[in-house]
T-cell receptor, first 116, second 110 residues
Framework: GAVVSQHPSRVICKSGTSVKIECRSL??????MFWYRQFPKQSLMLMAT?????????EQGVEKDKFLINHASLTLSTLTVTSAHPEDSSFYIC????????????FGQGTRLTVV | QKEVEQNSGPLSVPEGAIASLNCTYS??????FFWYRQYSGKSPELIMS????GDKEDGRFTAQLNKASQYVSLLIRDSQPSDSATYLC??????????FGTGTRLQVFP
């Protein structure tokens, strides 16, 4: 399958600081990428859709000023958690759909964020 | 609101048996259906995709889709302990956005 790389895999930050997470499609171009958050023993919750060259689309209840998304190129999307608080501690995962006869979505490795 | 329903499990099966995982969805216009496997602490891994009614086989995995009943399933033959994981059903519309179920935890015991 296609390769999506996410970095960092794990980060610990102090409350009030900002953290940037990168998501790259390595062997295909992705005009759209998706950002998910997953709390322990829960399913993936879509946070936002990242669109290359335009503003991200946020799901209901997700603060766009807190979770900044930038899709700078056809292979890179970034999620910045601003002014992080302990309740933002979670597993953040990006995915990118390939576009062929049928569309399939592949996930990055995920980022475990711990805010202390 | 679009929903994807799965039994959370755990589903326990002995090694070598067939594991049957089920999923129902609410949006009739859904066009694409996926099964992902997620090991604890890892991100989901795509194992099967299916787009039309019927069965699709890939190795030990068979996906079954019935759009009239809004039902999709995954069969795992000759289950192995390494198959123990959470299996996520995902349903997509024509926007590439996926809606995930809560996942079914599968335990394969030796």
């Amino acid at each position: 399958g296609a390769v999506v790389s996410q970095h960092p895999s794990r980060v610990i930050c102090k409350s009030g600081t900002s953290v940037k997470i990168e998501c790259r499609s390595l062997d295909f171009q992705a005009t759209t990428m998706f950002w998910y958050r997953q709390f322990p023993k829960q399913s993936l919750m879509l946070m936002a859709t990242s669109n290359e060259g335009s503003k991200a689309t946020y799901e209901q209840g997700v603060e766009k000023d807190k979770f900044l998304i930038n899709h700078a190129s056809l292979t890179l999307s970034t999620l910045t958690v601003t002014s992080a608080h302990p309740e933002d501690s979670s597993f953040y995962i990006c995915s990118a759909p390939t576009r062929g006869v049928n569309t399939e979505a592949f996930f990055g490795q995920g980022t475990r964020l711990t805010v202390v | 609101q679009k929903e994807v329903e799965q039994n959370s499990g755990p589903l326990s099966v002995p090694e070598g048996a067939i594991a049957s995982l089920n999923c129902t969805y609410s949006d009739r216009v859904s066009q694409s259906f996926f099964w992902y496997r997620q090991y604890s602490g890892k991100s989901p891994e795509l194992i099967m995709s299916i787009y039309s009614n019927g069965d699709k086989e890939d190795g030990r995995f068979t996906a079954q889709l019935n759009k009239a009943s809004q039902y999709v399933s995954l069969l795992i033959r000759d289950s192995q302990p390494s198959d123990s994981a959470t299996y996520l059903c995902a349903v997509g519309d024509n926007t590439d956005k996926l809606i995930f179920g809560t996942g079914t935890r599968l335990q394969v015991f030796p």
